[in-house]
């Protein structure tokens, strides 16, 4: 696995450095990128019915504009481009690069797009994070790669996966490790996933919890703690959930704590199911139609 090198920066000005050298806001956004091909209608084909992206200006025998997101890439005949007058002339000889942002969990869809249009994958690349990149060559010769759009991002996965995590007010300063990990890490993440939970609680007792909707709050209970407790595939389910949204350093806490971990959480996972049968209950309800 290869990390991309991090760009040199230079030190940010303080406030006050700003106003006694006058420096103005940086740019933060990149509104145009070119490119060059002497066939620009074999490139307009190549990034409009191929890649998708809209024309939003067509010079004939000069460039093709194209707009992606917030900016807009151009294709220009680099004989026009480099004899010009009312603005500054530019062009490039040999291929040149471009990336454009997308899904990591698109690239698979967007290989045998290109397989259909006849556009080789000229190269595949795994980065940091779980990031991919996937290059292909325009019908100039520059290189297109598209790459997870998380790739450059300065946010880390642990951050990302921290952010969207409920925030419980629980004094756990007092705490054993792994009770810590409980209530930290296991009861945040187990609220952030409580509508999944549920749906896959209903559904399970939709297709194997006959007459649960119709039975007593004491049967429903006690159906649902033989679902949780019993039920391998489905909690096997539940606890990968879990696991699947840990950070790395807490996934080193669970696998070293794995056994205990794993009894503290399924009574977390049937107390928050038996705390909304109702809800259950009209899911379930809704399943069998």
């Not at 389910?237 to 056994?259: C, N």
């Amino acid at each position: 696995m290869e990390v991309r090198p991090p760009v040199p920066c230079a030190r940010p000005l303080s406030k006050l450095e700003h106003t006694h050298t006058h420096v103005p806001t940086p740019p933060r956004l990149v509104l145009e990128t070119s490119l060059y091909a002497a066939d620009l209608a074999a490139a307009e084909q190549f990034y409009g019915d191929v890649l998708g992206l809209d024309v939003v200006l067509r010079t004939e025998g000069n460039h093709v504009s194209f707009r992606c997101g917030a900016g807009v890439v151009h294709v220009f005949d680099p004989a026009a481009s480099r004899d010009r007058e009312s603005l500054p002339a530019h062009g490039a000889d040999d291929p040149v690069h471009v990336a454009f942002g997308v899904p990591t969990d698109q690239l698979a869809a967007w290989r045998r797009h290109f397989n259909r249009h006849d556009v080789a994958v000229e190269h595949t690349k795994q980065w940091d994070e779980g990031q991919r990149s996937l290059y292909v060559r325009d019908p100039a010769g520059n290189s297109v790669e598209l790459v997870s759009s998380t790739l450059w991002s300065t946010t880390s996965r642990a951050e990302r996966l921290t952010r969207v995590r409920p925030v419980l007010d629980l004094d756990t300063t007092e705490s054993r490790p792994v009770e810590q990990f409980q209530n930290e890490t296991l009861r945040p993440i187990l609220k952030l996933l409580n509508p999944t939970i549920l749906r896959l609680v209903a559904e399970r007792l939709s297709r194997y919890g006959v007459g649960f909707a119709d039975m007593d709050r004491t049967d429903q209970r006690d159906r649902l703690r033989n679902l949780i407790k019993e039920d391998g595939r489905l909690k096997r389910t539940l606890l990968g959930m879990v696991v699947g949204h840990l950070t790395e350093d807490e996934l080193e806490t669970y696998l070293a704590h794995k056994d205990e971990v794993r009894r503290r959480t399924v009574p977390m996972l049937l107390a928050r199911a038996q705390d909304q049968i109702d809800t259950i209950t009209e899911m379930v309800r809704e399943e069998r139609g």
